[in-house]
């Protein structure tokens, strides 16, 4: 056999997974079947504007090992969100947050005061423990920000209503008494300087890259050509959902130039909350690098349905959805040398830093093995 792995899939596991066993003498074959690297952290570079052409991503941890891993590649410039809401013609900041709270209730000044328009919203609904994502968000905020913020958000962008959805997506969103605009919690954050394609090039330096290669459909002709297989599709994909579908989360954008406009909306992103307007966000890429070049570039978030040939974006975790893919798992583990990992492999809404540490942990088992 010519490889030690076959790598399906140029996204930041698989890149990160090939980094490490090439670097210890391991020949990879990387496969991917769109035309470029990067999965969906790749940017293109348009009008001097590098453009997330898969959605924004912007790159934060906790983690100093994953951090420091990371920065080896490229260099960060220092990034922090804070994206802003817009409803109903008014602006508010995210996440929610102090700004937030005298934004929305100008009788609100202080944080004593905050808590206690919250807690007074809170106790009168008297959610126990909450059983859905709408409980959490109320119990977590209350009815006015729930329903200025979350409610409609939340039903675009995953065509579910909020009582439908697993709470663990809200916590992902900070609530706090201080005047903090940063989206984040991590310590550390940051967008590379250039885009990220340069991270997933040095990363693939050593191996073979192929592209356009669409691996369900040929492989017994891939299979072979490695002992082992690191598969990063969907794992439903890979067994012919010979167990049924999974449910997945697609997205659309639509991409705007405007030459004659150097900064159409003052920040990096701008959310839509109501469900009224068919995107949930407008990201302008410009502010992701302080970039001051002429015009700008804007993209249009829209979710939509994911049907086959569209790309899945986020993995539907609820109970139902987890379930099938236990049994998914099942049949994972009896393939013979295949590894399953990533968002798609793993069926879970990582984010980029779970990646670059799920992917090491893998290479570490993998090389000692
Ligand atoms: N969310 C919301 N209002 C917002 C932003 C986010 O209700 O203005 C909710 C929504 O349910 C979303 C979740 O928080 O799916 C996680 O948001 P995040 O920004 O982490 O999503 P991602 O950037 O991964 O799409």
Redesign the pocket.
């Known amino acids: 056999m010519k490889y030690d792995y076959l790598v399906v899939g140029a996204g930041l596991f698989g890149a990160t997974f090939a980094y490490e066993m090439s670097k210890n003498g391991k020949k990879c074959l990387v496969i991917d079947r769109r035309n470029h690297i990067g999965g969906n952290i790749y940017c293109e570079n348009i009008n001097g504007i590098n453009v997330h052409k898969y ?2 991503h912007i790159f934060h941890t906790s983690n100093k090992e994953v951090w420091d891993y990371i920065n080896q590649f490229t260099e960060f410039n220092n990034f922090i969100n804070s ?1 802003v ?1 817009r409803y109903k013609s008014k602006i508010y900041n ?1 996440p929610f947050n102090m700004n937030t709270f005298v934004q929305v209730w100008p009788d609100v000044l202080t944080p004593n005061d905050a808590k206690k328009k919250i807690n007074e919203q809170i106790a009168s609904l008297a959610i126990k423990e909450p059983k859905n ?1 709408e409980e959490q ?1 109320l119990s977590l905020v209350g009815k006015d920000i729930y329903e200025m ?3 409609g ?2 039903e675009k ?2 065509g579910k209503t909020c009582q439908e ?1 697993p709470s663990f ?2 916590k ?2 900070p609530v706090r008494y201080t005047f903090n605009n940063n ?1 984040f919690n991590d310590i550390f954050q940051g967008i590379p300087i250039g885009g990220y394609n340069k991270i997933i090039e040095k990363m693939l330096e050593k191996c073979d890259v192929l592209l356009n290669v669409d691996y369900n459909k040929e492989k017994d002709k891939y299979k072979n050509l490695a002992k082992k297989t690191l598969y990063t599709g969907m794992i439903d994909e890979y067994f012919d959902y010979s167990l049924g579908k999974l449910d997945y989360r697609s997205l659309k954008f639509e991409h705007e130039i405007h030459k004659d406009i150097d900064n159409y909306q003052g920040n990096a992103v701008v ?1 839509y ?1 109501e469900s009224s307007v068919p995107y949930t966000r407008i990201i302008e890429h410009k502010f992701f690098e302080n970039n001051t070049c002429k015009g700008t570039l804007i993209t249009k978030e829209f979710p939509i349905k994911y049907e086959q040939q569209k790309e899945a974006y ?1 993995p539907i975790n609820d109970d139902k959805n987890n379930d099938l893919f236990k049994r998914y798992q099942k049949l994972a583990d009896q393939e013979n040398c295949v590894i399953f990992g990533g968002r798609l492999g793993e069926y879970k ?1 990582y984010n980029m830093d779970e990646i670059v540490k799920k992917a090491l942990e893998l290479s570490s088992v993998e090389l000692n093995v």
């Open positions: 959605g924004a994206p809401a995210l994502l968000a913020f979350i409610k958000y939340t962008q995953w959805l997506i809200i992902r969103i989206y959310n909350t986020y809404y």
